[in-house]
């Protein structure tokens, strides 16, 4: 089982990083009814991006209820040394680690070390490293994540160019391998994310910043079927 098996198609992926953490079973609850299987966890280490975000015990405490419901949990590590923290990902009960290629010197080694854990596996590019970097990378992961954000936080503005940036990636990459997209995806750019080429679009605000998470997260699936 892996990423292929995970997905339908395309995917719309709520980043449980802009969740209300008073609530957060709550709310994973409430989007496993809604339809949602994959869910986005931000781990941030103040070092790789300024803020500490959230990490393997938040993994740990949701993650009975994702995979009860058949969900996965895709852990994307803005953090320096992200080999160092595969195996706790993996023990908490994560399914797949993403990694950035600007902090990782032998990526190819990171991907065998991810993959011996038992792990999925993807690289990720922020908006200002070239997307070729990405595709000579890609060799053995699963996905690559293409940033429309720099990396830190939840509710930031697409940027400019990134949908240039995902076409340009799948021209370049397999057509076995999946496009993430991740950071400032709105109800009014969705689609477009879509048709550039992603697989797996990643969704934060968008979906946590109102009340109603279910017709949300719904709203994002409808636009890209
Ligand atoms: C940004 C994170 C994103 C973020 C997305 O550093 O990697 O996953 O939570 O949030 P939105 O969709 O609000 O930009
Ligand atoms: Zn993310």
Redesign the pocket.
């Known amino acids: 089982m892996g990423w292929r098996d995970w997905i339908r198609d395309v995917e719309i992926e709520p980043?449980l990083?802009a969740a209300d953490f008073l609530r957060l079973g709550e709310q994973i609850e409430t989007l496993l009814g809604a339809g949602a299987r994959l869910f986005?966890?931000?781990v941030g280490d103040g070092r790789f991006i300024p803020p500490v975000t959230i990490g393997p015990v938040v993994v740990q405490a949701v993650a009975p209820v994702v995979h009860r419901a058949g969900g996965r949990l895709d852990c994307?590590l803005?953090v320096v040394a992200p080999d160092s923290h595969f195996e706790q990902i993996k023990q908490a009960g994560g399914d797949s680690v993403?990694f950035h290629l600007e902090v990782c010197p032998d990526p190819e080694a990171a991907v065998a070390a991810a993959r011996a854990c038992g792990l999925g596996v993807g690289i990720?590019i922020n908006p200002d490293t070239p997307i070729d970097v990405a595709a000579a990378a890609a060799g053995g992961v699963d996905l690559v994540?293409c940033?429309s954000v720099h990396?830190g936080y939840?509710g930031q503005a697409f940027v400019p160019g990134s949908l240039e940036r995902v076409r340009g990636l799948r021209e370049l990459l397999g057509a076995g391998q999946l496009i993430q997209v991740?950071?400032g995806v709105t109800a009014d750019n969705v689609r477009a994310v879509r048709e550039a080429g992603a697989d797996l679009i990643?969704a934060?605000s968008a979906i946590f910043s109102h009340g109603d998470v279910a017709g949300t997260y719904g709203g994002l699936a409808r636009a890209v079927a």
Do not use: E, N
Request: proline residues 6%; aromatic residues 6%; without cysteine.
């Open positions: 980043s990083y986005h966890v931000d994307h803005m993403t990720a994540l940033m990396p939840s991740d950071g990643v934060g």
